[in-house]
């Protein structure tokens, strides 16, 4: 077996891994989409959506029920989100030392926009750790589950893919993450994670799971040293 490449920059998404931020999105929606929906319904088509965008869960909820949503709907309750974001999250918790002890180069990966990944950093107080760039969904054309964020990142980073190790809470990220040709730690310390979420995930390949923050500068250092 042929070892692993050698880490060169580390990646991490931001909402579910910077910030605990996918539950007030997944509440806020539901309760929504319960005006339009059967709400008993709602929960399995719901289901395992995060990480995607609102439009993508949207057409997946219209397509499912066979019925659209009004005009203005998604514009509408994206700035009802972001607004409660803004005003509720806190960061995942012990984000910041974590962080703070990789001696790595670091760029965030998110399927948010710009502005709301900005903030997220400002929360954080990330803003100057994060040294490799910020990429959101804004800048492709196919956000994640395509590997093309992450490519960018790499690509700008002049790093090859194979050489990054990316932290993902989700399905759609960690989906994006492998087929870019890049090692996946999942994350399942946040909020919304479900309890079967760790063994879905590892289905999917992804090698490398932790449940808190402390545990990530240990596990990369490992995964560095190639003893995992």
Same mark, same amino acid.
């Given at each position: 077996?042929?070892? #692993? ?5 580390l ?6 891994v910077?910030?605990d931020?996918? @539950?007030?999105?997944e ?9 339009y929906?059967p709400?008993?319904e709602?929960?399995?088509v719901l289901?395992g959506? /995060?990480?995607l965008q609102?439009?993508?869960?949207l ?5 499912? /029920?066979g ?5 203005g /709907?998604?514009?509408?309750n994206r700035? @009802?989100? #972001?607004a409660?974001?803004r005003a509720?999250? +806190? ?9 703070? #002890?990789i ?7 998110s399927?948010s926009l710009?502005?709301a990944?900005? /903030?997220?950093?400002?929360r954080?107080e990330l803003?100057e ?10 800048? &492709?054309?196919?956000? #994640?589950?395509a ?7 790499a690509?700008?980073?002049?790093v090859?893919p ?5 932290v993902e809470d989700?399905?759609?990220?960690a989906?994006?993450?492998?087929t870019?040709g890049?090692?996946? @730690?999942?994350f399942?310390?946040a909020?919304? @994670?479900?309890p ?5 995930l ?7 799971l ?7 500068p240990?596990? &990369?250092?490992?995964? +560095?040293n190639?003893?995992?």
């Amino acid at each position: 077996m042929q070892p #692993k490449p050698s880490i060169e920059l580390l990646i991490c998404d931001c909402d579910g891994v910077l910030i605990d931020s996918e @539950i007030i999105a997944e509440r806020h929606l539901h309760a929504a989409l319960a005006e339009y929906y059967p709400a008993h319904e709602l929960d399995v088509v719901l289901a395992g959506t /995060f990480g995607l965008q609102s439009r993508d869960i949207l057409a997946r909820v219209e397509a499912h /029920f066979g019925k659209p949503l009004p005009t203005g /709907f998604l514009e509408e309750n994206r700035n @009802i989100i #972001k607004a409660r974001i803004r005003a509720e999250v +806190q960061p995942i918790a012990g984000v910041r030392d974590a962080l703070m #002890k990789i001696d790595l180069p670091l760029a965030v990966v998110s399927n948010s926009l710009s502005d709301a990944v900005a /903030f997220a950093l400002q929360r954080c107080e990330l803003v100057e750790r994060v040294n490799r760039g910020v990429f959101s969904a804004d800048q &492709v054309e196919r956000p #994640k589950p395509a590997p093309d964020l992450y490519l960018l990142a790499a690509e700008t980073a002049g790093v090859d893919p194979r050489n990054c190790l990316v932290v993902e809470d989700s399905v759609t990220g960690a989906t994006a993450a492998l087929t870019a040709g890049m090692q996946v @730690i999942g994350f399942l310390g946040a909020s919304h @994670i479900p309890p079967e979420h760790g063994e879905t995930l590892r289905q999917l390949g992804v090698e490398h799971l932790i449940g808190r923050m402390d545990e990530l500068p240990g596990l &990369v250092q490992r995964v +560095q040293n190639g003893e995992t």
